[in-house]
């Protein structure tokens, strides 16, 4: 079974712990590292044609608008296709009670129709917010299986919670 690790990771300037801390990679990406070396699927970063600042507070600023007017931000890359792929596990940091928007980007410029989506997500304490609805709404031909919720100050040493969630959902043995 052939699968795909999309992932969008935010390093640089992160709220950690309570504070704020730059982080070489993403908290995401480091989840996303850990599930290919547990699974062998292939990975998939989504990144904007257009940076976020680097400041946190700034960031989240533009992350909230983007919200409030639905936005699509431009990808910088794309993959030739999902029809190789069986399972798409799909990472990405809680912002605003939900994926970032170029998240929703990527989730409507592919066909996910009969493919098994398996979220997980990076947060401070917020969970999945509503994430796993709105992929639902978005890939609703697709089947949804539980996600994976992981706090961003503990994601370092999640290697053994993530390889229990990969096997409750049986994608590894």
Known sequence: MKS???????????YVGGGIVNLAIGNTEVAATMI??????DLF?????RAYPEDYHETTEVAQQELRKNARPELSGHLDGVK????IF??????WG?????????????DFSGKTI???CTNEGSGMGQSERDIKRLCPKAKLLKGLSIRGESVRKAEGDIAAWLRSSGQIG
Do not use: C, H, Q
């Open 45 to 49: 970063r989504i990144e904007t044609a």
């Open 36 to 41: 290919r070396t547990l699974t062998g699927g």
């Open 118 to 120: 398996i979220p997980f």
């Open 90 to 95: 799909l990472g990405y940091p809680n912002w």
């Open 4 to 14: 795909l690790i999309a992932y969008y990771s935010r390093k640089g300037n992160n």
């Open 84 to 87: 190789d792929y069986e399972v």
């Open 98 to 110: 939900t994926m970032p928007m170029a998240v929703f980007t990527f989730l409507e410029a592919y």
